[in-house]
């Protein structure tokens, strides 16, 4: 199945979620908007993570729907939402150390002939065998990010920063048109950073849709086009960056202060 570059907003409508009697987000209702960059902020434990948990259906909310454009997917299992379009990144970078870079981007590929983790070890040849599309794909990510000249290199062996930028390409490598991004930038140093966020600019402006969680406010104001504040696990408030930072409700979530 796939949703193909529809241009179709991705949404939350009233989505509640709990552990165990712990409620994590409030009635939450939010649309990531085709072709633009949502940025999703506020203080740690807030729920911007577990909201993208349900976005991308590694969780399933208590109640609310997801939707992608009208369609309602819910229910729709994480891998199905992955290969239907809806890619995402980790807020603690999950790339296998022992894997070089390359690797690392090879498996992420769909059609990826190692998708039960033990061939990889068994068969490194289904790597090597690995589709020219898949190989084409991911070198023009690692030159785009340059990180050409560590393919070989093991994960492992990458900075916190190049991690993240390695997070970003293998999300990148599913071709989705929507790409969640968890804090992308934490750990990245300064200069990457402006590399980073000029990356995700092109990308929105070949035609992406994305939704950033970060707390790394330069990021956002440079980016996003609309800002959800979250606190508490609901939504405090929407709007462009200026609108949501002068609101005195942020300032006073930002401070800890009870609302
Ligand atoms: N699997 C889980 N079981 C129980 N509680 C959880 C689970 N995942 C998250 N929580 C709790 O839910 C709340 C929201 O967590 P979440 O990780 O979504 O916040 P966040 O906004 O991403 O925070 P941060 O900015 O620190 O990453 C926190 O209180 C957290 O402890
Ligand atoms: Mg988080």
New binding site residues.
Partial sequence: MTFGRTGLALSADGVSLS??G?Q?LRRISLRIEPGRITGIV?P???????LFNVLAGSVAPDAGAVRLGERDITRLPMHQRARGGIARTF?LARELDSLTVLENLLLAWPDNPGESLWRIFTDRRAIRNAEHAALDRALALLERTRLLRLADAPAGSLSGGQKKLLELCRALMLEAPIILLDEPAAGVNPALMEELAAFIGELRDEGRTFAI?E?NMDLIAALCDTVYV?ADGAVLTEGSFAEVTADQRVQDAYLGVTL
Wanted: overall charge positive; aromatic content about 12%.
């Fill in positions: 552990y165990g712990f994590v506020g740690n434990g807030a729920g911007k993570s577990s807020q969680v707390h979250l």
